[in-house]
């Protein structure tokens, strides 16, 4: 059975830093294209990061780049998104999520994702 368990997720202040987790079991995420979204209370669910599963190529929103950082640990079967200089407009449940095998590039879009975990709450406040 695939699983994916997020866990990190906090409330902070404006400015603030948080490291999310993803940690996979039933894939190896090697094989597997790994995203994070995140979904705000009445908006649409919309992608953050991802990392490619060929080269480990990774792509930001322009709303968080410069300030997020997706990696991976492939001992640990491990994503982590760490999040710097967080606003209150990055509060959100955030959600990682596995397409597989994308090559030098991974989807943008939440519908091409395969295996989902359960969501983290970030919680920034002003």
């Known amino acids: 059975e695939v699983q994916l368990a997020e866990s990190g997720g906090a409330s902070v202040q404006t400015g603030g830093s948080l490291r999310l987790s993803c940690t996979a079991s039933?894939?190896?995420?090697?094989?597997?294209?790994i995203g994070w979204f995140r979904q705000a209370p009445g908006k649409e669910r919309e992608g953050v990061s991802c990392?490619?599963?060929?080269?480990?190529?990774?792509y930001y929103a322009d709303s968080v780049k410069g300030r997020f950082t997706i990696f991976s640990d492939s001992a640990k079967n491990t994503l982590y998104l760490q999040m710097n200089s967080l606003k209150p407009e990055d509060t959100a449940v955030y959600y990682c999520?596995?397409?597989?095998?994308?090559?030098?590039?991974?989807?943008?879009?939440?519908?091409?994702?395969?295996?989902w975990g359960q969501g983290t709450q970030v919680t920034v406040s002003s």
């Open positions: 999520a596995a397409a597989f095998q994308w090559g030098n590039s991974c989807p943008w879009t939440w519908s091409l994702y395969t295996y």
């Open positions: 039933g894939l190896s995420i090697d094989d597997y294209a």
């Open positions: 990392i490619s599963t060929g080269d480990g190529s990774t």
